[in-house]
């Protein structure tokens, strides 16, 4: 069984993102939502998520033009497998409300 983030991108552009689709940021079994600027919509405050910010890029150049850093525990980030552990990036998006 894999496991995942899922993380709603750019909520706060007009096209392609859930308010362009539903009206307004639904609520939803998100672990953050993905916005480019937070003071494009203020709602994304309200919610209580997580907020992170990418590049959303579509084009290599535009590669890491806006990212986010998350505080997380060193030791526990990745499990014996390898993998990273999913439950340590939940962690410490939730320190990242706004």
Do not use: M
Not at 14 to 29: A, E, V
Not at 52 to 71: C, G, K, N, Q, V
Not at 76 to 98: D, Q, R
């Amino acid at each position: 069984l894999r496991q995942g983030l899922c993380i709603p991108a750019h909520v706060d552009r007009p096209s392609f993102s859930l308010t362009s689709q539903f009206g307004s940021i639904t609520r939803g079994n998100w672990d953050a939502l993905e916005a480019v600027r937070l003071d494009r919509y203020p709602p994304i405050n309200t919610l209580s998520y997580p907020v992170i910010f990418s590049s959303d890029a579509h084009y290599p150049e535009h590669i890491a033009r806006r990212w986010t850093e998350l505080e997380v525990d060193e030791d526990n980030i990745t499990l014996a497998s390898g993998e990273v552990n999913i439950e340590e990036l939940k962690k410490a998006l939730l320190k990242k409300i706004v």
